[in-house]
């Protein structure tokens, strides 16, 4: 049987050199034979077959191996899987060639930005290959390096090939951040620190940064939030926005709160408006029609108020009824709800619907003042000069439920909580793509706007602590402060294609998450719906929001803080502890241990370089790459199967070994209460939002039906107890495999890390 080299030669095939690599690659591992390998990958082997053919059936044969009884073929797989990445990168296993010649190389590939060469002197690069530790490459498990090696890893997307390794991609985004550091010592440091963080999986980085820092491209920001005006300059402005941002990795928020109502009237009734449904069907096109860097398609979700004219269209828009012309499948939806709708609901009385242009300061005060909003809605209420219409509080909201339940892409904003306890004395108006984005904006005019007094998109860069990784709190405050001085970097480095978007350099919001929440519960030996659960996430969230404000305000002594500090709640000493729903304090029995004065102290005296700090996002793909679970998410499975582009992706849940017991599992949860107040304890410190999720399993309830009632009393209990905002509806209806995750338009990346 004959063989095809890499470098053309032809050879005969030599069974011992599989030997050599299934010996090597199971070397020290438990629980894996070479000969289970083998007996899958005898019958795959034909004659001219090319060795690049063989080590691809090996990884194949050994991903096949994986599952939660055998779970450490996942370890066998990345072995061999490395092997073959540095085969086809550098032609050789080991032995990885100086990162000097490594960026010369990608340089003049336009592959890396030139500007890492003008930045820092051959010497400086030298010194850095001491810093990196190739040997980090097998700590990968197999889902991890395949989806760096499908996603994140730069490559030529038409031909598949790859210009680096692992470790090569961790050093050049730190070189890449830090770069404008004048002090060299200093600089040194500061990427070594963040090396050392990034590449042993401490700091989960997003898809924007992951696939786009280092290369010439400047666009890092995974949400985008645009606000669009009344009025068809800023329709039209905002939709070249999408496209433009789409474009550049970034997931899409709109609010279309302000836009009237389908048969309105425009120019004093010469022509009747079309309604938002026209204009949504343009958004989606476009949105559609771009893909973020290749990398993924583009998303989007819009946000609307309860009390909106069309708001029974909008509910149904993304169902599989109706015709294509009436509905908009393929943008997701939230719904913005506030304290009077929940009383209205509970007391089974009428809401009214308006048209937002004739009740313009309704809008104003919807959210951001529930007195005044009450106020003025109960006026509009007996007015007889505007349209109204009149609906049960519980119709339309069961209408919602069952839309959120039968599409699962039916979100909520509690649009007052969302103000309630934001950082900011600006007015949050809208969400993003995932929902754990809150920031001002106000309605894009035109493209080029960029004043303090006119249009303003919010944009948000992410990160987040991977807690399985983390062995002691005091761990926290090396990695926060790493993570802020890194994410304040990006917003400095990146560009802004959009002139309303540099609003981001005044405001600088950050957003850094949590991920491997699941694992680090089961490691502290509680489970979701512990009561005890409520304290240890209490415990290491006050950690890392401290310690979060503590690194802004280090980097505002040595940088100055944001321009717009002032329009923060935070310069007047109001931290996320002073705000929080006291629903929690139910939940919770433990005290708070830091020194929370000394900090509001520094605070007020020193400011803050970041308006935001935190925001809870999904971690899907991130999660494959760290090996954690998913963000605050309890896992469907011991065993998942990721479902994506590239093809199915085992993973197995950490220290399955030792913890297979420990676990929760998302279906296996009596309700969504214990995993609501967990969600409820976080946001008592996240200053914007969480991409928080309810869970479902039909076989539970003796129809076979999910009651409607159910998911009602959850979205209630979520706002009771301050909960933001509510992402997917999962279900489990037992007709598939609910270990098997698709990967979504938006995962990965956009919002989701």
């Not at 032809?10 to 090597?24: A, G, P, S, T, Y």
């Not at 590449?199 to 491209?217: A, E, H, Y």
């Not at 920001?221 to 039209?236: H, Q």
């Not at 026209?278 to 979700?301: A, H, I």
Request: aromatic share 10%; charged share 25%.
């Amino acid at each position: 049987m004959t063989v095809h080299k890499r470098d053309g030669r032809e050879e005969e095939f030599n069974i011992e050199k599989i030997h050599d690599v299934l010996f090597w690659a199971t070397h020290g591992i438990k629980g894996v034979t070479v000969s289970d390998i083998e007996i899958k990958l005898g019958p795959q082997l034909r004659d001219n077959i090319t060795s690049q053919e063989i080590h691809q059936i090996l990884v194949q044969c050994t991903s096949d191996l994986i599952t939660d009884k055998r779970p450490n073929y996942q370890y066998v797989a990345a072995n061999l899987l490395n092997f073959y990445l540095r085969k086809e990168v550098f032609g050789v296993s080991d032995n990885m060639p100086p990162l000097l010649e490594v960026i010369k190389t990608n340089v003049e590939c336009d592959i890396y930005d030139k500007e890492i060469l003008e930045n820092y002197s051959e010497l400086e690069i030298k010194k850095l290959d001491n810093v990196i530790k190739h040997k980090r490459d097998y700590d990968f498990a197999y889902a991890g390096l395949q989806q760096l090696m499908d996603k994140y890893l730069l490559k030529d997307r038409s031909i598949g090939r790859l210009y680096e390794t692992p470790q090569f991609m961790y050093i050049m985004i730190c070189m890449t951040l830090h770069a404008k550091i004048k002090d060299k010592n200093k600089r040194m440091r500061h990427i070594k620190d963040l090396y050392n963080d990034l590449s042993t999986f401490k700091i989960s980085l997003p898809t924007p940064i992951m696939c786009g820092v280092r290369t010439p491209s400047r666009q890092y920001s995974s949400c985008t939030l645009i606000d669009v005006g009344d009025d068809l300059p800023s329709i039209f402005n905002s939709n070249t926005a999408v496209g433009m941002y789409t474009a550049n990795r970034a997931g899409i928020g709109l609010n279309f709160g302000e836009l009237r109502g389908v048969g309105s009237k425009i120019r004093n009734g010469e022509v009747v408006h079309t309604g938002v449904v026209p204009f949504l069907k343009m958004f989606e096109s476009t949105t559609k029609c771009c893909t973020q860097n290749g990398v993924r398609g583009g998303s989007s979700t819009s946000h609307f108020p309860f009390w909106h004219k069309e708001i029974e269209d909008i509910l149904v828009l993304k169902n599989n009824r109706g015709t294509d012309d009436n509905r908009v499948r393929k943008m997701d939806y939230s719904i913005q709800f506030c304290r009077l709708f929940y009383r209205r609901f509970v007391e089974d009385k009428y809401i009214t619907l308006f048209s937002p242009h004739e009740v313009r300061d309704l809008y104003g005060w919807f959210g951001y003042n529930n007195d005044k909003f009450e106020e003025l809605y109960e006026q509009y209420e007996r007015s007889r000069s505007i349209w109204k219409k009149k609906i049960k509080a519980r119709t339309l909201f069961n209408h919602f439920c069952k839309e959120r339940i039968e599409t699962g892409r039916m979100y909520v904003m509690n649009l007052d909580h969302c103000n309630d306890h934001s950082s900011f004395t600006d007015k949050i108006k809208m969400s993003n793509l995932c929902q754990e984005i809150t920031l001002p904006t106000t309605p894009l005019s035109h493209i080029d706007d960029n004043d303090d007094t006119s249009s303003e998109i919010a944009l948000c860069v992410l990160s987040a602590v991977n807690l399985g990784a983390i062995k002691k709190l005091d761990e926290l405050e090396d990695t926060c402060t790493n993570i802020v001085r890194a994410l304040d970097s990006v917003i400095e480095y990146q560009s802004y294609p959009i002139g309303a978007s540099r609003k981001m350099l005044k405001r600088r919001s950050i957003g850094v998450g949590i991920t491997n929440l699941a694992y680090y519960l089961a490691k502290n030996g509680v489970m979701y719906e512990d009561p005890e659960a409520c304290n240890v996430v209490d415990e290491v969230m006050e950690h890392i929001q401290y310690y979060m404000i503590k690194a802004s305000v280090q980097l505002a002594k040595e940088k100055g803080k944001c321009e717009w500090f002032d329009r923060t709640k935070y310069s007047k000493g109001i931290l996320p502890i002073d705000t929080y729903c006291k629903s929690v304090d139910k939940i919770v029995t433990r005290k708070l241990k830091l020194n929370w004065d000394k900090l509001r102290k520094e605070v007020k005296e020193h400011g803050m370089r970041n308006s935001t700090l935190t925001a809870l996002m999904p971690c899907e793909s991130s999660s494959l790459v760290t090996n954690s679970t998913n963000g605050i998410e309890p896992p469907r499975g011991l065993l998942s199967v990721k479902k994506s582009k590239q093809g199915l992706i085992p993973q197995v849940v950490p220290d399955i070994y030792n913890l297979r017991n420990k676990y929760t599992l998302a279906y296996d949860m009596s309700s969504n209460r214990g995993y609501t107040n967990i969600v409820a304890v976080i946001q008592k410190f996240v200053d914007q939002a969480i991409s928080a999720n309810h869970y479902y399993n039909f076989a539970k309830y003796e129809t076979g039906n999910l009651p409607m009632s159910e998911v009602a009393a959850d979205i209630l209990y979520s706002y009771k107890m301050g909960v933001k905002t509510l992402y997917y509806a999962n279900t489990d209806d037992g007709k598939t495999d609910n270990h098997m995750e698709e990967e979504s338009d938006c995962d990965g990346g956009a919002c989701k890390l």
